[in-house]
């Protein structure tokens, strides 16, 4: 029997260890400039792979991530399973209820976005194919729907993240970007799943095209329509008589790996079965806020960005970049789908802001067309330029769609509380023993911080208290003031155990102090802001540990980890 | 560049989707009987590889399962990963504060469940090899070592789950167990680390025993003290400065991963440095509830299924058991084990039949004692008689400590709400317009599942509420009376959504009403049931929910999810 060696073994953890460690923090770096965690992700495994550490130190790279052997098939199942595994959670994320609601705006969006991109995609490639990076080898019709499909798809999970980062997600226009990207994945995947079929009879190998692509809409439609309906039968008879959640996270692992081994025997790829198992599974009710938790944080934290790494470990990305395909790449996928998009938004009546908004939004392309594109590769569809092409296009536009649709809407990106508070404004413990002396210490520290005039400031923050105080009641007062000459809101948070009285309703006195200096233009921050706070320490046990904190660290971990982000 | 072709992606997902399912299900089934669930997972690879399918169907087992070739090797790794990663979930539960607290009577009962054994084992195994699966290549000394190791590690988490399912988790008693046990775990791992290390030598590769002895301790000392200390301080820091939980949750396992490359390089197995890792990141207060849940969920109920199911899959186990072998390796086991175990918690100053309990419960092997069997088979260590004998060995012991227990202590089985109610006891809509009349048609209903004599029983239930009306408020009444002619309790359920009044102190009239009989002569059952149904309703979501099930099905799975499992 042949068995992993025990040197083998030792490569394999410590390559999984540093591919995991360092897409992490390349991904966790990214966000903290709103970038896309993906975009760290693919970085780490440039920086570890052919791209870098390969130019640099070529017998390293290659030790720790050999291409061939067993290490490297180890490395393949596993990165294979990893991403089955994201497209269940990605599945999970399609609520086509929503779709539904949105009904014919997200069609007209959804359609056009995938119709007028695939049409602009198809002309290029058909027309201009050597320069789109087609070479010769394939036929040129399957080059073209290929090059057309990967331009027509969105990345829903990219969508939905940037959406929430601008406090969109719940508006109506978040709602009819998400259904529309929502209807545009689904078409987009079984539009690709049928080309995959042709190339599997190109090659020669597989089932035959007709039967490819008909036992692929079946199993579409089915899981759609009985496979959701059975899941949401069964899934309250697996709670009953499992274990707790075992059982639920067990069925929907086996059955995300069944159907993945159905879609890649059918000839279609792995993951466009979990992918529709996630979908008739997320949609269910039944399915408890915690199980989706468990599954969607272990795969998005843990299987991802080993995935995500392992793709820029499959090329060099300098060696095989050529300016002008990024660049004719990036400029057709743009304008097909921003167009196509946009159009589609002001045929349903939408202001052309709004329209432009929603048409930046949608291009996003992020992981969709990553893992597209290395299937295209892996199939000898396409060549290592278009495909660095065709990821730097997926990562470009998904950095753009945040700052293009802020600038089309004049939005204010919605930012975390935690992003107020510097480590000089956080006083503990509040040296002051009544009010006013703590509204002065607190204002020093913020202004301290932001190079402000305090006086000016505490004569404002008191005026203020005396309209009416701030004091929220159960040991929490938010002393306030709109501040002229700031551009950000500026936050001081003082901690007193021995409570200052801030004329609470309830009478206590405030044990946690929340200083906040806000520009007079933003109006709503504020507001938010101080719903925030109020929020975040109705709960007893919050308080209590607040109080218990040892320095900055910690209690920004606090606030951070209770979701206040 | 050497690839996974399509054909053995499908067969991956297909062998690892079953292996899953049927592991999954298995080890539910084996749960209803109060056996541990790594029972149920190793049947289940029983069930798929050499020992049933393999008999029945051998192309089809060699098929999904083959035991060469590219497929084997990505079982192999994933595997191999899955077990690290259980070891560091198993080091996760490890407290050890309990241990420090417990301190000498653990240390006793630890130090002598650790010697005695130890001591029983190397005497058998010296005296009388060949009969003990010994095969003459392997250095007799050595093999005694290993023998006389694998019997003295207990199984922390099956000693965990059976102390909860008794309800002495946290009690003295449970507490004595666990530490003795924790303690049991990290010196018996750090001999079998050793051990290898000498197979190492033994085998010709590898470092010297010396180093790899010396590597081992430090590395075990320096994770324990230094390595807790920084892990302590480090976590507050990314709590506070990266996406939650995917910092902690990337963190943890990448420490994991790193640490089992080193302890695999070292020479003793990668199992061992992810199981230190876990214990020293379980051990800080700064992992939340909810990470360590993540973490926890998926491996025990995904990773561990598969990993225990793949030992199953090793073997033939009806070809290589050999009766007289599995009879001594468990009476030496267990001779060893209990009455080491018995004489450390006598000489702490237990009662004798405390000590028998403190015995039987530490004489759980479970699944420690498979995956250092599995080692030593890698190894060459033993062969596949003695593995299977210690596999059954291992299972034998955890299913007797739990009755073996509560044999000891007199003490019944705590039971779970759900397993009271039967499908025909539970009305909804409840047909009653008044107390009266909902008590009777509660009576009937729970008289006729359990053959009582329903006439005496209302009279009884109504007496009671004669003396006091058991509305318990908001909306939920609990009639009860003891019952003479039943063992177990009986409970009905009925929802009326009009309500009915049971008198209750706030004047709500009742919408979920319980009714309970249980024997005479369980004292405490009565009042357990009764404050588990009201602490489960106090919540007002809760209540709503209950009031909108359809079925008998999603009512179970409702009282199941919320923690009355």
Same mark, same amino acid.
């Given at each position: 029997m042949e068995r992993l060696t025990s040197y083998e073994i030792t490569v394999m953890f410590l390559a999984l260890g540093i591919l995991l460690a360092t897409a992490r923090i390349l991904a966790e770096l990214v966000q903290r400039w709103h970038q896309p965690a993906v975009l760290g992700e693919i970085l780490a495994g440039m920086l570890l792979g052919p791209t870098v550490l390969g130019a640099l130190a070529p017998e390293w790279s290659a030790w720790l991530f050999p291409m061939q052997g067993?290490?490297?098939? #180890?490395?393949?199942?596993?990165?294979?399973?990893?991403?089955?595994?994201?497209?269940?959670?990605?599945?999970?994320?399609?609520?086509?209820?929503?779709?539904?609601?949105?009904?014919?705006?997200?069609?007209? #969006?959804?359609?056009?976005?995938?119709?007028?991109?695939?049409?602009?995609?198809?002309?290029?490639?058909?027309?201009?194919?050597?320069?789109?990076?087609?070479?010769?080898?394939?036929?040129?019709?399957?080059? /073209?729907?290929?090059?057309?499909?990967?331009?027509?798809?969105?990345?829903?999970?990219?969508?939905?993240?940037?959406?929430?980062?601008?406090?969109?997600?719940?508006?109506?226009?978040?709602?009819?970007?998400?259904?529309? /990207?929502?209807?545009?994945?689904?078409?987009?995947?079984?539009?690709?799943?049928?080309?995959?079929?042709?190339?599997?009879?190109?090659?020669?190998?597989?089932?035959?095209?007709?039967?490819?692509?008909?036992?692929?809409?079946?199993?579409?439609?089915?899981?759609?329509?009985?496979?959701?309906?059975?899941?949401?039968?069964i899934l309250p008879w697996v709670k009953a008589y499992t274990s707790w959640p075992g059982g639920v996270l067990g069925f929907a692992l086996a059955l995300a790996l069944l159907a993945a081994a159905l879609t890649e025997y059918i000839g279609v790829h792995a993951i466009f079965g979990s992918f529709l198992v996630g979908v008739a599974i997320g949609d269910s009710s039944h399915l408890r806020e915690q199980t989706r938790m468990v599954i969607h944080q272990f795969v998005s934290f843990i299987f991802a960005p080993l995935f995500f790494a392992s793709i820029?470990?499959? #090329?060099?990305?300098?060696?095989?970049?050529?300016?002008?395909?990024?660049?004719?790449?990036?400029?057709?996928?743009?304008?097909?789908?921003?167009?196509?998009?946009?159009?589609?938004?002001?045929?349903?009546?939408?202001?052309?802001?709004?329209?432009?908004?929603?048409?930046?939004?949608?291009?996003?392309?992020?992981?969709?067309?990553?893992?597209?594109?290395?299937?295209?590769?892996?199939?000898? #569809?396409?060549?290592?330029?278009?495909?660095?092409?065709?990821?730097?296009?997926?990562?470009?536009?998904?950095?753009?769609?945040?700052?293009?649709?802020?600038?089309?809407?004049?939005?204010?990106k919605g930012r975390a509380l935690s992003s107020y508070l510097g480590a000089r404004a956080f006083l503990n413990p509040l040296h002051a023993h009544h009010r006013d002396e703590a509204i002065a210490t607190l204002v020093q520290a913020a202004s301290a911080s932001a190079n402000l005039d305090p006086e000016a400031i505490v004569a404002a923050v008191q005026y203020r208290e005396q309209l009416m105080p701030t004091g929220v009641g159960r040991g929490v007062a938010i002393p306030h003031a709109r501040v002229e000459g700031i551009t950000t809101p500026v936050m001081a948070v003082g901690l007193s155990r021995a409570g200052i009285d801030f004329d609470a309703a309830d009478g206590l006195p405030a044990h946690l102090i929340f200083l906040l200096l806000t520009p007079p233009s933003d109006e709503g921050v504020q507001l938010d802001m101080i719903a925030e706070i109020t929020h975040l320490f109705e709960n007893d046990h919050m308080r209590e540990q607040a109080l218990e904190v040892n320095s900055y660290t910690e209690f920004l971990a606090l606030i951070k980890s209770a979701g206040a982000g």
């Open positions: 067993n290490s490297a098939l #180890v490395l393949e199942g596993l990165t294979t399973l990893a991403i089955a595994l994201f497209l269940l959670v990605a599945g999970m994320e399609v609520d086509l209820s929503t779709m539904w609601r949105q009904g014919k705006t997200a069609a007209a #969006v959804g359609g056009a976005g995938l119709v007028v991109p695939f049409a602009v995609g198809l002309i290029a490639a058909w027309t201009m194919p050597w320069s789109l990076g087609w070479e010769g080898k394939l036929h040129p019709l399957l080059f /073209a729907l290929f090059f057309a499909t990967a331009l027509s798809i969105s990345a829903l999970p990219v969508i939905a993240r940037t959406l929430m980062d601008l406090n969109l997600y719940r508006s109506d226009l978040g709602m009819i970007i998400i259904a529309a /990207a929502i209807f545009n994945d689904l078409a987009g995947w079984i539009i690709f799943a049928m080309i995959l079929g042709m190339m599997e009879e190109e090659s020669g190998h597989g089932m035959g095209i007709g039967q490819t692509i008909g036992l692929t809409l079946a199993f579409a439609a089915g899981m759609l329509t009985i496979g959701r309906w059975l899941i949401h039968r820029g470990l499959t #090329v060099d990305f300098v060696r095989h970049f050529d300016v002008g395909l990024v660049l004719a790449v990036l400029a057709i996928a743009c304008v097909g789908k921003v167009v196509g998009c946009g159009l589609g938004a002001r045929w349903s009546g939408l202001s052309s802001r709004e329209a432009w908004a929603v048409g930046f939004g949608m291009n996003a392309r992020g992981a969709m067309e990553i893992i597209l594109g290395l299937l295209a590769l892996q199939f000898g #569809v396409i060549h290592e330029r278009l495909f660095v092409a065709l990821v730097i296009m997926a990562l470009v536009t998904s950095m753009l769609s945040g700052p293009m649709m802020q600038w089309c809407l004049g939005k204010k």
